[in-house]
């Protein structure tokens, strides 16, 4: 068994016991939805190159606002990520991005770096959202209460949203 056939039977293997819904739509593609407390879900591809591994999430869409704090605060915390690190794509929505050995893939590697796509995208996803769409969830806030519309999945932004006078 090649190095891509053993990395893929580690996957498979892997993504089975952690009982996470996956499919593979090619040989050595996976799409994984990791749930979350924050974000509802977090959609990982993990694709089998011939030489490593390569592991993408989307996080959030480019910010309304705020775009150099938002990426000045991505920066800071890439330093402190296991695994990945945050990138853009050409329409500046942000993303997880990795690279592992094809020789690294365990199942503990495996784990180890859904665990940090998971931790880098649904934990600080509610930061991410007031600092830089605070105005759209104003607007958003703002539209529901006057058509009488639940507001309760904007419960964690009720500073962003409470009257200052």
Request: proline share 4%.
């Given at each position: 068994m090649?190095?891509?056939?053993?990395?893929?039977?580690?996957i498979?293997?892997?993504?089975r016991?952690?009982?996470?819904?996956w499919?593979?739509?090619?040989?050595g593609s996976?799409?994984?939805?990791?749930p979350?407390t924050?974000?509802?879900a977090?959609?990982?591809s993990?694709?089998?190159?011939?030489?490593?591994?390569?592991?993408?999430?989307?996080?959030?869409?480019?910010?309304?606002?705020?775009?150099?704090?938002?990426?000045?605060?991505?920066?800071?915390r890439?330093?402190?990520?296991?695994?990945?690190?945050?990138?853009?794509?050409?329409?500046?929505?942000i993303?997880?991005?990795g690279?592992?050995?094809?020789?690294?893939?365990?199942?503990?590697?495996?784990?180890?770096?859904?665990?940090?796509?998971?931790?880098?995208?649904?934990?600080?996803?509610?930061?991410?959202?007031?600092?830089?769409?605070?105005?759209?969830?104003?607007?958003?806030?703002?539209w529901r209460?006057?058509?009488g519309?639940?507001?309760?999945?904007?419960?964690?932004?009720?500073h962003?949203?409470e009257?200052?006078?």
């Amino acid at each position: 068994m090649g190095d891509q056939a053993t990395a893929r039977a580690v996957i498979e293997q892997t993504l089975r016991d952690a009982e996470l819904e996956w499919e593979s739509p090619a040989e050595g593609s996976y799409v994984v939805t990791l749930p979350g407390t924050r974000k509802l879900a977090t959609t990982c591809s993990l694709v089998v190159g011939a030489h490593s591994l390569s592991v993408n999430a989307f996080v959030v869409r480019c910010p309304d606002e705020n775009h150099a704090a938002v990426h000045r605060w991505l920066l800071e915390r890439n330093t402190r990520i296991y695994g990945l690190g945050y990138a853009l794509d050409s329409h500046g929505d942000i993303y997880l991005a990795g690279r592992l050995p094809l020789a690294a893939v365990t199942p503990e590697e495996t784990d180890r770096l859904l665990g940090s796509v998971l931790e880098n995208a649904d934990g600080p996803f509610n930061t991410l959202l007031q600092m830089g769409f605070a105005g759209a969830i104003r607007r958003e806030y703002a539209w529901r209460t006057s058509r009488g519309e639940s507001t309760r999945n904007l419960d964690a932004f009720t500073h962003l949203t409470e009257r200052q006078d």
